[in-house]
């Protein structure tokens, strides 16, 4: 429903209980519409708490195709841009008409990924697709799409504007080429983490010569302007590895939570405890799910929030304690599992005063119009 101040009000469902592996109980305590508009296909959120408690979520919008005659959806998209919404209310209301964050010059953006700052600016990383003129499919409309790599925009105004794009170097020795045959920025979709060493630290993704896709470490010392590649996180002749979040642990940890494919979609940690000077082996968490984000609770544990592709459903979250040791032992929390079909997730988790969190990611009830939405426990 909607409020008569411009701002989407959403709708909170009691909940059960749930869980976690020590502490208090954490409780679902309801569901909500972030943004919904059935003319476009909204996804792939992230949010942030600005420090006077403002709430962002940025998400990639682009038009409900099936409305002028699409078989299906689509995750590339000529018109696909960033924008974002907000609440000053703690996730109560939110802005009705998104601000937009960026519109690429030559392609549609996916994948907003925020970072708030010690200094109090937001640094988001996207990466693009360029509609070739090539018909793939003529009876379905369906063009060629080649990639463009990573950027990344940033804003000092709490969002208001955004400067950019910057765009990363390469991984050393990835020699790949955009449709205007310039080198392939970094790029990945996942969160950056700033440690207490004041560095950002990025997963990024890469193809290796033996055709599956690996993940390597780039780390920024001026706040993300420039890169600097550091080491190898995780790769293998088999498994496909991609997705990626970084967390900063109590005790100074780099932990990555890594999306696999070639391996029954199970989650992957890899670990530095050297200040991402070096990964250990990558090891399985031993349940499915993907892609993951990780926020620390006021009591020091960690919730780790992941989407949920195979029926039923969903959203699911496990809380782990503060250095994130054996996931997989974690009980698993189902948040949602009522999702229309496997074309949701990727869930971004922010936690609110009194210790509450809100979850947001993207969804959609009966295969329709995919939505932003969010749960709260506490």
Request: with cysteine; glycine share 12%; hydrophobic share 35%.
């Amino acid at each position: 429903m909607s409020s008569s101040d411009g701002l989407t009000r959403g709708e909170f469902l009691l909940g059960a209980a749930v869980a976690p592996v020590t502490g208090r109980t954490m409780r679902k305590l309801g569901d909500q519409v972030v943004y919904k508009d059935d003319r476009f296909y909204s996804a792939f959120p992230s949010i942030v708490r600005r420090r006077d408690g403002e709430l962002i979520v940025a998400f990639r919008r682009a038009p409900e195709r099936r409305l002028t005659g699409a078989a299906g959806v689509s995750h590339t998209d000529p018109n696909s841009y960033l924008v974002l919404v907000r609440s000053r209310d703690g996730g109560e209301t939110w802005t009705r008409e998104p601000e937009l964050i960026w519109a690429h010059a030559e392609g549609g953006s996916q994948d907003p990924c925020m970072v708030q700052l010690s200094d109090g600016s937001i640094l988001c990383a996207s990466y693009a697709w360029y509609q070739m003129p090539v018909v793939k499919d003529a009876a379905a409309g369906k063009r060629v799409f080649e990639f463009m790599g990573g950027y990344l925009v940033r804003s000092r105004d709490g969002g208001k504007s955004w400067q950019g794009p910057i765009l990363p170097p390469p991984v050393p020795g990835v020699d790949r080429k955009d449709p205007f045959g310039r080198l392939l920025p970094s790029y990945n979709r996942g969160a950056m983490c700033q440690g207490r060493d004041g560095r950002v630290y990025w997963a990024v993704a890469h193809q290796n010569n033996w055709g599956t896709t690996s993940i390597s470490l780039m780390i920024s010392a001026d706040g993300g302007t420039t890169w600097t590649y550091s080491c190898r996180i995780a790769e293998d002749e088999k498994v496909t590895f991609n997705e990626t979040s970084l967390y900063e642990t109590a005790n100074g940890d780099l932990v990555a939570f890594v999306r696999t494919a070639n391996f029954e979609d199970h989650t992957v940690v890899v670990r530095s405890t050297d200040r991402g000077k070096s990964f250990g082996k990558w090891e399985d968490a031993g349940f499915q799910g993907h892609p993951h984000h990780a926020v620390r609770l006021t009591d020091g544990r960690v919730w780790l929030v992941y989407g949920y592709r195979h029926k039923p459903y969903g959203i699911r979250a496990r809380v782990l304690d503060a250095e994130c040791r054996e996931p997989g032992k974690a009980e698993e929390i189902v948040l949602r599992d009522d999702g229309g079909s496997g074309d949701l997730g990727y869930p971004w988790a922010v936690v609110l005063p009194g210790g509450r969190v809100l979850t947001v990611y993207y969804f959609n009830e009966g295969n329709g119009t995919r939505y932003i939405g969010g749960t709260i426990c506490g």
